[in-house]
């Protein structure tokens, strides 16, 4: 594609070997761009304790009007981050349930009930996900569908049922890349079917079909932790910088009254860290100096192709997790030059998302 350059990184940057992973970042933030999201886990919540169940884990408010979606967190009775999910209130007593794994799933069985009102059911195996997002994500989906696909027809985080082309889906409206778009789900057998619908409309548009490395940058870019890489059970929301997540003003819910402790003890804060020099090469899992000590370390990296620098994220004590700070990146025998940037680094007025 024409348009921004691309770094070439140093001969054993092993991460960054690929130009490709820059022209899909580059397409999905100026065209549109096509995601395999299906090996994400996805649960189903039914009946008629589902709602009180569900608020009874997560720390939002989740037993919102049909059609709504809440990104929240699944905290242990310590306060710490057992998942981050989002919560889709597909009908009065069924929800979808954005998960990251197997854990999730015995998580929420080992808190069933036990009077019978409230089923999990994992429906990853006979469901697929497609995710379309970008620009020009609406001119792609749009004339596929009698639904309204404006931004009236279907806001932000909201969901509803449609048809795309002769395909059955639930659209939600979430992007972890930072565009505009819809995450698209359907049946296994109906999912070649709904790619190869897309991918006809958005081919002539200059869409493309991307990758993880593209969603690793965009995600960056745009501020989104993942868990078990950026933020683990040992951290808490305050520190792990989702506290946005948190509702305290809710009905209790597990790990509530640790949080209630926790809040004012911030001592070590997940950071975003910025990088001049393209060719420098940070993997995750790095040390991080201030002057001769090790004072953290890196959980995320990716070069941000939208902003033209390198992005680390790195757990830091609070007191420089300010922005303008520098540090130094330990990579082997290097010490490759940082600083502490606000985020987000791309978009911060949300424009984009919300267009």
Known sequence: MQGRSIPAPNDWAAQFWSPIVGAEAQATRETVAMYDMTALKRLEVTGPGAAAFLERLCTGKVAKSVGSVTYTLLLDHDGGIRSDITVARLARDRFQVGANGNLDLDWFSRHLPADGTVQVRDITPGTCCIGLWGPLARKVLQPLTDEDFSNEGLKYFRAKRAYIGSVPVTAMRLSYVGELGWELYTTADQGLKLWDTLWQAAKPLGGVIAGRG??????????????????????????????????????????????????????????????DDPH????????????????????????????GKGIAYAWLPAELAVPGTPVRIGYFDQRIEAVVAEEPLFDPTMSRLRG
């Open 280 to 307: 420098s090469v940070v993997m995750g899992k790095e040390p991080v100096y201030d002057g001769g000590r090790a004072v953290g370390y890196v959980t995320s990296a990716a070069y941000g192709y939208t902003i």
């Open 214 to 275: 593209a969603f690793n940058s965009l995600r960056l870019e745009k501020g989104y932790r993942s868990f078990g890489t950026d933020m683990t059970y040992e951290h808490d929301p305050y520190e792990a910088g989702v506290g946005f997540a948190v509702k305290l003003d809710k009905d209790d819910f597990i790990g509530k009254a640790a949080l209630q402790r926790r809040k004012s003890e911030v001592r070590r804060k997940l950071t975003c860290l910025t990088i």
